[in-house]
């Protein structure tokens, strides 16, 4: 009786690993999209007030919404324009200044997608994404 | 107790078929666009595969450079259509995935995530895009690297420089690679240039910046 039971369960559990396996092999090539952001390269608002003037914001929100509002003396830096808006960007950057890049709020990737670029691309150091984006800086104030 | 197990895995089967009535024929979309290309379009076709009619509640795309459009607001039993997700490129590179929500009221799949990956094709790859000097530092040059995407073939580049105040020099390092030499003539200035970096017979333009930078900000 028990082995029966046991032998079932076995069988039960095999049919319910098939799909899994099914899967993993069909998708093994293609990675997560959005991993989460280590802890280390996250910022929250109350963090990046004690920085006071050292840091630069960077709205990475499409131009329309930049230009509806945005934190003040931020500056535009979004994927759609990346060539024309990173020279101005680096304009202002100076060795020393932290990076605080922001999206509209803490499902939105592009925050993560600036940052990532102007670490790798750029080779900037300090460069951190706003824990919350905009909907959290709105609510800090 | 083998006709069991195997009615148990049968009605499993038969109920988790019969829930879905909106049928996708595909919720994931991989598109490579050509380096010319301003948008990508991904199609995703569906068919109402239950009794009754589907209506669509909500259509969301998971950021501002994708557009999602249903032809229809209400889908009728067996009735075919497509979801037209729209990606705008704008400067983007590398791989870009982004969603699509759709929300139904077919109680059985309320929500579907439609998928829509973009290969974007990258001709050169320029490591680091930012050299500075700090004021005052010694004018050594610095290297910025270019690499030649796989699928393309570019033997030379010609790089400009927006300022006179930057001089720059180019290598072939060979196995579609080059390397670009920029040195300031000074460092007592904060001047920048642009650098325009361009492959041969190809309109697409590459840009770097090269800048004297002030003094480290002490916190």
Redesign the interface.
Same mark, same amino acid.
């Given at each position: 009786m028990t082995s029966?039971l046991v032998r079932?369960a076995l069988?039960?559990a095999a049919?319910a690993l098939l799909p899994g396996v099914g899967e993993a092999i069909y998708f093994r090539h293609k990675i997560s999209?959005?991993s989460p952001i280590p802890p280390s390269e996250l910022v929250t608002v109350a963090q990046a007030h004690v920085?006071?003037e050292?840091v630069i914001w960077v709205d990475a929100?499409?131009d329309e919404?930049f230009a509806r509002d945005h934190v003040p003396g931020a500056l535009s830096l /979004?994927?759609?324009?990346?060539?024309?808006l990173?020279?101005q960007f680096? $304009?202002v950057?100076?060795?020393?200044?932290k990076i605080v890049v922001y999206c509209s709020s803490l499902s939105? /990737?592009?925050s993560r997608e600036i940052a990532v670029r102007l670490r790798?691309? $750029?080779?900037?150091p300090d460069v951190f994404v706003l824990e919350g984006g905009w909907e959290a800086w709105l609510k800090s104030k | 107790?083998k006709t069991h197990?195997l009615a148990?895995?049968l009605s499993i089967i038969v109920c988790f078929g019969a829930r879905a009535e909106l049928k996708w024929d595909k919720t994931e979309v991989e598109l490579h666009p050509t380096p010319a290309d301003k948008q990508a379009v991904g199609h995703f076709t569906y068919q109402n595969a239950g009794k009754e009619p589907v209506h669509f509640k909500s259509v969301h795309a998971?950021?501002?450079?994708t557009t999602a459009q249903t032809q229809k607001d209400q889908v009728p039993p067996g009735e075919k259509g497509e979801i037209t997700a729209t990606f705008?490129i704008?400067?983007?590179t590398g791989t870009q995935?982004k969603t699509v929500t759709v929300e139904t009221d077919d109680p059985a799949n309320p929500k579907t995530v439609l998928?829509l990956r973009t290969i974007i094709p990258q001709q050169l790859e320029?490591?680091?895009?930012?050299v500075?000097w700090?004021q005052g530092e010694k004018p050594d040059a610095k290297t910025i690297t270019v690499k030649v995407g796989k699928e393309f073939t570019v033997n030379h580049i010609k790089v400009t420089s927006s300022s006179p105040d930057f001089q720059t020099k180019v290598e072939e390092a060979g196995k579609g690679e080059f390397k670009i030499d920029v040195q300031p003539k000074e460092t007592n200035n904060l001047v920048?240039s642009?650098l325009t970096i361009q492959p041969e017979d190809s309109q697409k333009v590459?840009?770097a910046?090269a800048?004297i930078?002030?003094?480290?900000?002490?916190?």
């Amino acid at each position: 009786m028990t082995s029966s039971l046991v032998r079932q369960a076995l069988i039960l559990a095999a049919l319910a690993l098939l799909p899994g396996v099914g899967e993993a092999i069909y998708f093994r090539h293609k990675i997560s999209w959005q991993s989460p952001i280590p802890p280390s390269e996250l910022v929250t608002v109350a963090q990046a007030h004690v920085w006071g003037e050292n840091v630069i914001w960077v709205d990475a929100r499409p131009d329309e919404e930049f230009a509806r509002d945005h934190v003040p003396g931020a500056l535009s830096l /979004n994927e759609d324009r990346w060539n024309e808006l990173l020279p101005q960007f680096l $304009a202002v950057w100076s060795p020393g200044r932290k990076i605080v890049v922001y999206c509209s709020s803490l499902s939105c /990737n592009a925050s993560r997608e600036i940052a990532v670029r102007l670490r790798k691309e $750029a080779q900037l150091p300090d460069v951190f994404v706003l824990e919350g984006g905009w909907e959290a800086w709105l609510k800090s104030k | 107790m083998k006709t069991h197990i195997l009615a148990f895995t049968l009605s499993i089967i038969v109920c988790f078929g019969a829930r879905a009535e909106l049928k996708w024929d595909k919720t994931e979309v991989e598109l490579h666009p050509t380096p010319a290309d301003k948008q990508a379009v991904g199609h995703f076709t569906y068919q109402n595969a239950g009794k009754e009619p589907v209506h669509f509640k909500s259509v969301h795309a998971s950021c501002g450079c994708t557009t999602a459009q249903t032809q229809k607001d209400q889908v009728p039993p067996g009735e075919k259509g497509e979801i037209t997700a729209t990606f705008t490129i704008g400067d983007r590179t590398g791989t870009q995935v982004k969603t699509v929500t759709v929300e139904t009221d077919d109680p059985a799949n309320p929500k579907t995530v439609l998928t829509l990956r973009t290969i974007i094709p990258q001709q050169l790859e320029i490591t680091p895009t930012f050299v500075f000097w700090k004021q005052g530092e010694k004018p050594d040059a610095k290297t910025i690297t270019v690499k030649v995407g796989k699928e393309f073939t570019v033997n030379h580049i010609k790089v400009t420089s927006s300022s006179p105040d930057f001089q720059t020099k180019v290598e072939e390092a060979g196995k579609g690679e080059f390397k670009i030499d920029v040195q300031p003539k000074e460092t007592n200035n904060l001047v920048a240039s642009t650098l325009t970096i361009q492959p041969e017979d190809s309109q697409k333009v590459f840009y770097a910046t090269a800048r004297i930078t002030n003094a480290p900000t002490v916190q």
